[in-house]
Each structure stands twice: as C-alpha cells, then as structure tokens.
C-alpha cells in the first residue's frame, strides 16, 4: 500500500493515507478552518474516503462559540473583516440576515483616559489617522530595524510639525502607549520592537465593512489551526529546512477576551468601545497594585445583542500570565479599571465571567499568529511554510495549511479557509 502524510494546519494538521490513484484515503488530523475547508472542497470533487481526525472534544478550533448568559459570545475568532474577496463572507452573505454590521462598527469609538476624561473626538480621530498611516507607510519597506523603532521614529517627528502643536506631550504619551497595547491585540506580538518593520508578509485588508458579526443569538460556529511546538521531532524523517526554518521563524502570540456578566444593562453612557490610555504616574501604580496584569487590556467592547455583557481584550506577555490566575482576581481587576475608565457610572453586580487561554491550552499555544525579527532574519515566511514537502518521484507527500502559511490573509478565518482550499486544489489536481 503506498501512503503519504498531509500536514494542514498551523493550529492543527491533516494528514492523507493515499490507497491508490483513484481512491485515496485522506486523513485530515484537525478540525479547524483549514482542515474542514479542504474536506470539503475534497469532497465537492468526488472524494469519499476522508477522515477527519481532532483532538479536542469540539470542532472549530480558534472559533468557539460559547452560550453565556441569555445568549452568545465568541472566545475566539469574532468578527469577519471585509466583504470583497473574504470567502467567509461570501460563503455567508447567501443567508439573508445571518450577518449585519458590529456595534462597534458604528464610529463610537472614545479614547478615555486614566483620569476619567475623554479625549475629543476630534483629536483622538487625528492621532488615530496618523498612528495607521505611519503603519501603512511603504517606508517600512527600507527601514532596517523594528516596527517599534520605525513606528516612534516617525511619531515624534510627525507630532513636532506644526499641524500637531496642540496635541500636549502627556496625551501624546499616553496614545503611544494605548496604540502599542492596541497593535498588540492587532498583530499578536508581544512588543513591536520585536518585529521588523520590513515584514517578508505582508497583511492585505479586504475592502468592505472590517466588522461583521454574526445576526441573532444562535451563533455561527467556524474553524481555525496551530503549529506544532514539538515540529523539530514529530516527523520522520525531519522535515525539509525551508519548512523548520519557518515554523521556527513564525510565533503564536496571546489576545484573550474576558466577558463580564451584569445584572443589570451597561450603563447608557459607557461607549460601544472604550480604548484605555494611561498616565505614568497612574500606570506605575497599577503595575505595583494586584492588578498588574491588568495593564494587557487595552480596549473594552460591548457585545452585540447582548446588552449585559462587557469583553475585555487582553494583549502580550501579561495577557499570558493573566492565564493562570483565578476568575476571582480577574474579576477583581476588571472592576477596577471600570472604576478607572467608566468614573462616575454605576454597573451591576458581577453574575458571570468567562474568558479564553489560548496560549496556556496545549493544543492552541496561542491566539494566531504573527511575525518578528527572526522571521526577517531566517529569510522565511508564509509562502516558506507552505512549501509541500515531495518525495523522489515529485510528489506532494505533506502538504501545509492554516492561517500562518497565508501571506497576504495570516490571523483570519478567511485566510485559513482560502489555505486549507489551496492545499484541496494541490491534491485534486495530482490526483486528476
């Protein structure tokens, strides 16, 4: 019997025992994005001999759709970003009324600070238009060092123009904060002085609405994958250096979401989206109070149709060790940068309270993934990654998918969707 191994996934993998030409046998191992995108377009082309195999008690991977109080959340993948050239919304836009636009679409957006005062939405637009456009600058393609350095470099020298002279050294301060811990939750890198700010990958947005959710209270349950941490041992014979440099080269970094169930509605005058900026003094305090943890959080979010419900999204290297602690403690430190950020308004009492650990779940190892100095350094990337492997007679003997192996769609759905289709094409046309 002739077989070979199928690697699908950066979160989880498939694997294909090949019984002949016209009938092989295709063992998917992981249920997510990836692995379900390719059985089924496998299986739209006339291919019935497929298992899929997963080692968690659930399907969906990174997506986790979780009953919480009278409805709903998502601990994982959320929203669906962009309409044109997103097969997740094209797969889901044929069902009237299965998507609408997020309430956190709607331009509510407030910069608070820790003193309780919002900054105008004037200035808070303007800082916000200039940090993205230092973050799609194509000078980042000839800048030798970090995003980090890049990003700070091209900050101060913009705010020291005239156009910014109204804009004090404090807010400006507290907004390179915020926007750091925002890009954090953004990118899935623990600091952007770790990453390059010329990237082999480079992110692609797609056009349309970046903040679709799913309609009504049932939910939608999706998919996505990881790479493994024990890659260097688990396959034999080792795999080529181009796919090892690029699983070695590429990271899984932490953004959890913690959801906090009231007794009563959120108060009328809390926006939909609260971004937190920290004065020093204020943030030296809570690095040296229980809380410290608390300083990953950088945004809260209202939930849609759930009018109760308060997320909290929580970055990096603290976001990780928050992991480990007790819902009590969490809890605790929420509730007190309410107090913080929602000064003068009154919440209910704490009914619930649910979060995700990705990073601390041994068959997730983190959120999705991301890129950094060593990716740049390695000379490696998403297109490496999925480099299939082939043996002496040029076949594809072990095939690689998952968001991580999509250059221009990494950390999406859609983006593990389109792999695990490509990966479904390699196979359909050898075996054709």
Same mark, same amino acid.
């Given at each position: 019997?002739?077989?070979?191994?199928?690697?699908?996934?950066?979160?989880?993998?498939?694997?294909v025992?090949?019984?002949?030409?016209?009938?092989?046998?295709?063992?998917?191992?992981?249920a997510?994005?990836?692995?379900?995108?390719?059985?089924?377009?496998l299986?739209?082309?006339g291919?019935?001999n497929?298992?899929i195999l997963?080692?968690s008690?659930?399907i969906?991977?990174r997506?986790?759709?979780t009953?919480?109080?009278?409805?709903?959340?998502?601990?994982?993948?959320?929203?669906?970003h962009g309409?044109?050239?997103?097969?997740?919304?094209?797969?889901?836009?044929v069902?009237?009324?299965l998507?609408?636009s997020s309430?956190?679409?709607?331009?509510d957006?407030?910069?608070?600070?820790?003193?309780g005062?919002?900054?105008p939405?004037?200035?808070?637009?303007r800082l916000q238009?200039?940090?993205?456009?230092?973050i799609?600058?194509?000078?980042?393609?000839?800048f030798?060092?970090?995003l980090g350095?890049?990003?700070?470099?091209k900050?101060?020298?913009?705010?020291?123009?005239?156009?910014?002279?109204?804009?004090?050294r404090?807010?400006a301060e507290?907004?390179?904060?915020?926007?750091?811990?925002?890009?954090?939750?953004?990118?899935?890198y623990?600091?952007?002085?770790?990453v390059?700010?010329s990237?082999?990958?480079?992110y692609?947005?797609?056009?349309?609405?970046?903040?679709?959710a799913?309609?009504g209270?049932? &939910?939608?349950?999706?998919?996505?994958? #990881?790479?493994? =941490? $024990?890659?260097a +041992?688990?396959?034999?014979?080792?795999?080529?250096? @181009?796919?090892q440099q690029?699983?070695t080269?590429?990271y899984f970094?932490t953004?959890?979401?913690i959801?906090i169930?009231?007794d009563?509605?959120?108060?009328?005058d809390?926006?939909?989206?609260?971004?937190?900026?920290?004065?020093?003094?204020d943030?030296?305090?809570?690095?040296q109070s229980?809380?410290a943890?608390?300083?990953?959080?950088?945004?809260?979010?209202?939930?849609?149709?759930?009018?109760?419900?308060?997320?909290?999204?929580?970055?990096?290297?603290?976001?990780?060790?928050?992991?480990?602690?007790?819902?009590?403690?969490?809890?605790?430190?929420?509730?007190?940068?309410?107090?913080?950020?929602?000064k003068?308004l009154?919440?209910?009492?704490v009914?619930?309270?649910?979060?995700s650990?990705?990073?601390?779940?041994?068959?997730?190892? &983190?959120?999705?993934?991301s890129?950094? #100095?060593?990716t =740049? $350094?390695?000379? +490696?990337?998403a297109?490496a990654?999925?480099?299939? @492997?082939?043996n002496?007679a040029?076949?594809?003997?072990?095939?690689?998918a998952?968001?991580?192996?999509?250059?221009?769609?990494?950390s999406?759905?859609?983006?593990?969707?389109d792999?695990?289709?490509r990966?479904?094409?390699r196979l359909?046309?050898?075996?054709s």
């Open positions: 019997m002739k077989w070979s191994t199928s690697f699908l996934g950066l979160l989880s993998f498939i694997a025992v090949v019984n002949g030409a016209e009938n092989p046998r295709i063992i998917i191992v992981g997510g994005a990836a692995g379900v995108a390719a059985a089924s377009r299986y739209q082309r291919f019935r497929i298992t997963e080692a008690q659930r969906g991977g997506i986790r759709t009953p919480f109080g009278p409805g709903i959340v998502e601990l994982g993948a959320q929203w669906c309409e044109v050239g997103n097969v997740v919304y094209q797969l889901a836009s069902y009237p009324g998507l609408k309430i956190i679409a709607d331009e957006a407030v910069l608070i600070r820790s003193s005062a919002r900054v939405e004037a200035v808070a637009d238009t200039m940090a993205e456009g230092i799609e600058s194509d000078q980042r393609d000839s030798a060092g970090s350095d890049f990003f700070t470099q900050y101060w020298q913009t705010l020291a123009t005239p156009a910014y002279k109204d804009i004090s404090d807010l507290q907004f390179l904060v915020y926007y750091h811990n925002y890009e954090r939750g953004y990118t899935a623990d600091s952007w002085f770790e390059a700010a990237e082999t990958d480079s692609v947005e797609p056009a349309g609405n970046q903040d679709i799913w309609n209270k049932k &939910g939608f349950s999706a998919i996505l994958d #990881i790479v493994s =941490e $024990n890659s +041992t688990m396959f034999s014979p080792a795999l080529p250096t @181009v796919n690029a699983i080269g590429l970094g953004v959890n979401k959801f169930l009231f009563a509605p959120i108060p009328e809390f926006p939909n989206t609260v971004h937190l900026l920290w004065y020093k003094s943030l030296t305090a809570l690095r229980p809380y943890w608390a300083e990953a959080i950088s945004t809260f979010f209202r939930i849609d149709n759930q009018p109760n419900v308060l997320m909290a999204w929580m970055n990096g290297a603290e976001g990780r060790r928050a992991e480990y602690l007790l819902n009590a403690p969490i809890r605790d430190g929420v509730l007190h940068l309410l107090k913080i950020f929602g003068g009154k919440f209910g009492n009914t619930g309270i649910l979060r650990k990705w990073s601390s779940d041994r068959l997730f190892r &983190g959120s999705y993934s890129r950094s #100095i060593t =740049e $350094n390695l000379n +490696t990337g297109r990654l999925g480099t299939p @492997v082939r002496a040029n076949e594809p003997v072990l095939l690689f998952g968001e991580a192996t999509n250059p221009i769609h990494y999406t759905v859609h983006g593990a969707i792999s695990g289709f990966e479904a094409n359909i046309r050898y075996y």
